[in-house]
């Protein structure tokens, strides 16, 4: 039972436009939700991540969006750069226990100079 | 200095075979994780120790043994090997436990042939 959805396996942009990665989760316990990068031969590395009382958090170009009510997020990365190819995981969680995250499959993003 | 560090970065092993897989950080983390990274590319908890102790045990083959001697450190043991356990075995600290930002190691690929 997938409890966190990342419907799209792979996408690809141009240098310089947005990236919007898409994640949906099942779990209306879940209250704090991350995005985690993974490059090739590598352990996936923390990006960003959302509390539940929020709705937005930014940092640099990177910016993720909850819609609690849809049960969904985004991860938006303006401008994308060749750099930001990678695998991108999105993980939820309770926050404040030893909950496990759940994490969703991976969307390989693939930005094209 | 790596952070969090696996040993071996490969493993190529027969059927019915028993090998260990060792995992140490050195970031002063409390709680550590072990997670498997199938063929589909899930990425799954298998366990969790804050401490030295077990906190999270996921529905695990008993097969598979965790081992934390101290804080710095959680090896995995696996007897008696299957085709089924080849995958990406990453381990993993956080500061805290149910720290969603957790710290990955470069991952064991472990090839059961």
């Known amino acids: ?113 | 200095d790596t952070a969090v560090s696996q040993t071996p970065k490969y493993l190529v092993t027969q059927m019915g075979n028993d090998k260990s897989i060792k995992c140490e950080q050195n970031l002063g983390h409390d709680t550590m994780y072990w997670y498997k990274q199938d063929s589909k590319k899930f990425l799954k908890i298998m366990f969790s120790y804050n401490n030295k102790e077990l906190i999270i045990n996921e529905t695990v083959p008993n097969r598979f043994s965790p081992k934390s001697p101290d804080k710095a450190h959680l090896n995995l043991h696996i007897n008696s090997l299957e085709l089924g356990d080849s995958a990406v075995y990453f381990c993993a600290s956080s500061r805290l436990a149910g720290d969603g930002e957790q710290y990955f190691g470069p991952g064991t690929r472990l090839t059961v042939t």
């Open chain 1, 1 to 113: 039972d997938q409890q966190v959805k990342q419907n799209s396996p792979s996408l690809s942009v141009q240098e310089g436009r947005i990236s919007i990665l898409n994640c949906d989760y099942t779990n209306s316990m879940f209250d704090y939700f991350l995005w985690y990068k993974k490059y090739p031969a590598e352990g996936p590395t923390f990006l960003i991540s959302i509390s539940s009382i929020k709705d937005k958090n930014e940092d640099g170009r990177f910016t993720v969006f909850l819609n609690k009510s849809a049960k969904h997020l985004s991860l938006h990365i303006v401008p994308s750069q060749p750099g930001d190819s990678a695998v991108y995981f999105c993980a939820a969680t309770l926050q404040g226990g030893s909950e496990k995250l759940v994490f969703g499959k991976g969307t390989k993003l693939t930005v094209n100079p």
